[in-house]
């Protein structure tokens, strides 16, 4: 197991959190984006194999996307890029691509303050 | 790369001398002992030779043992043929809060049949306590079932103490001994109870075959229904090999039980010593003093089990888990939620169970590799990063 990115970016342009660790899955994805492209990506997660693999997987097929490109990463193309998930660690898919989702997100909401805060 | 098992509670080697008493009945003992001709009479006899070796392991009279394919199988047998055959008494069904899922499970159906099942809460250490026993039993209470010892955080439960509250009411009082047979001193008398189980597996037998002890005078229905083995309680032409195996396990277990927890004891104590001392925010599970010789349970705050078990085994070492992700059915153990673990430390379980192949080395290589597994999964977690974040904060 030798995961990359995983990490956090201090001055991150987004933050995505998603899972509990009552569940035993959680994640959060931190990225930076530079020309409307994920220039960083990288994560921390609490969880298993399959849990850390995804993330893994999921920040590497994110890393120098466009936000829609990244935004249109689901969970079967994650799973699909790992050669296939057993039925009973699906759920640690869906949280990979949520995390990152949740990661654009938070950023698209802060652009729109700023902008927001801008244009007045 | 060094193998180190430390896993058996889910089942223990094949010790070589009782392979060797096993093989014959694989080869030319071949008959079937309930067969009138020749080729009955030395199964027939070996197999009796079986129980009486069984029975001497836990001081019980040969005719009382019934052979079952697992303790599973025994276990099953003991909560629905005993309730059934006590059904005209009453209905309710005692069983502790962390007891094995055939236990659980087969009481679980019994409930879905018109009983009434209750589970007895346990402390934080697992324990079961007489009075809560005494505060739950009804005048139409007519099963208890406590486990003797549980395999996934080692306690040791007080089951004489337990047999004399449920002796004052007419119930039948089962232990799954599964976990204890073999591995400390039992004896049914002292215990106290009716029904006791127990499976070759758990001392360095066959897996595949099981007992379970029953009270000479207490009636239970039969779960296989078939010819007349077993004194007509348990149909099916007997696995002579297996039982071989048990009665050859039972026997060698007795003469060395005290070598062998000599053996573990000291093992188990380092590795629980090792692990308080390298590893901070770890908790052992289950009673401190009071547990199985063998077994060493944890919980590592801020990771998660599986992950642990899974870069564990690339470095050669054999454990388990309590965690949701290391059960097919994603659910937190039943256990450490039954002892008030908080949910995400219950998720960080892990559980060494040693054995008689286990050596001082073995646990001196799982001390080493264990604290930069927990440190790389730590390096990893939002958990720690938050802990350490809030850490700081404070000063």
């Not at chain 1, 035993?24 to 931190?30: E, N, P, Q, V």
């Not at chain 2, 195996?245 to 093992?267: D, I, N, V």
Request: aromatic fraction near 6%; include cysteine; glycine fraction near 10%.
């Amino acid at each position: 197991m030798q995961p990359r990115n995983v990490g956090e970016i201090e001055d991150a342009d987004g933050v995505g959190e998603v899972g509990n660790p009552v569940c035993g899955d959680m994640m959060t994805f931190y990225i930076k984006v530079n020309d409307n492209r994920l220039a960083d990506v990288k994560f921390k997660t609490f969880g298993c194999g399959a849990a850390i693999a995804v993330s893994s997987m999921v920040s590497e097929m994110a890393k120098g996307k466009t936000i829609e490109e990244a935004m249109a990463i689901t969970n079967h193309s994650v799973a699909e890029e790992l050669g296939g998930l057993p039925k009973n660690k699906f759920h640690c898919s869906n949280l990979g691509a949520d995390a990152l989702h949740k990661a654009i997100e938070d950023y698209l909401s802060k652009k729109g303050q700023v902008a927001k805060a801008k244009g007045g | 790369m060094r193998k180190v098992y430390l896993d058996h509670s889910a089942t223990m080697p094949l010790d070589p001398r009782i392979l060797e008493a096993m093989l014959p009945y694989l080869r030319d003992i071949f008959g079937n002992p309930s067969s009138l001709h020749d080729w009955g009479e030395a199964p027939r006899q070996a197999l009796e030779v079986a129980r009486v070796q069984v029975a001497r392991l836990i001081g019980a009279q040969p005719q009382e043992m019934i052979f079952t394919g697992s303790a599973t199988e025994a276990n099953n047998f003991a909560i629905k043929g005993l309730a059934l055959a006590q059904q005209d008494k009453g209905k309710h069904i005692l069983v502790s809060a962390v007891e094995h899922f055939s236990v659980l499970n087969a009481a679980r159906t019994m409930g879905k049949l018109g009983f009434e099942v209750s589970q007895l809460p346990v402390d934080k250490h697992g324990l079961v306590y007489p009075e809560e026993v005494k505060r739950r039993l009804r005048q139409d209470t007519i099963l208890v079932s406590v486990m003797h010892a549980n395999a996934e955080i080692g306690t040791i439960e007080p089951i004489a103490e337990i047999a004399k509250v449920v002796k004052e009411t007419g119930a039948i009082f089962h232990t799954d001994a599964a976990a204890t047979a073999g591995a400390i001193p039992l004896n049914v008398a002292e215990l106290g109870v009716d029904a006791l189980t127990l499976a070759a597996n758990q001392f360095y037998g066959p897996k595949g075959v099981g007992a379970l002890w029953l009270r000479r005078g207490v009636r239970i229905m039969p779960l296989l229904d078939g010819g007349i083995q077993e004194g007509g309680r348990r149909a099916g032409t007997e696995n002579m090999a297996a039982i071989v195996g048990l009665g050859k396990a039972a026997e060698l277990a007795q003469q060395e039980m005290s070598a062998r927890q000599e053996h573990l004891m000291p093992l188990r104590d380092r590795l629980i010593q090792g692990v308080a001392s390298r590893i901070e925010h770890s908790y052992l599970t289950g009673h401190p003093t009071g547990r199985l010789p063998g077994h060493a349970s944890f919980c590592i705050e801020f990771i998660e089990g599986e992950a642990m078990l899974m870069l564990l085994d690339a470095r050669g070492i054999a454990a388990s888990s309590g965690s949701s992700c290391t059960s097919r059915a994603l659910k937190a153990s039943h256990v450490l939620t039954a002892i008030g673990l908080p949910p995400e430390l219950a998720q960080g379980s892990l559980v060494f169970t040693l054995g008689q192949s286990n050596s001082r080395e073995d646990i001196d290589y799982v001390l080493e590799e264990l604290p930069p597994v927990v440190e790389r999964l730590r390096q990893m977690s939002p958990l720690f990063a938050k802990f350490v974040k809030a850490q700081k904060g404070g000063k």
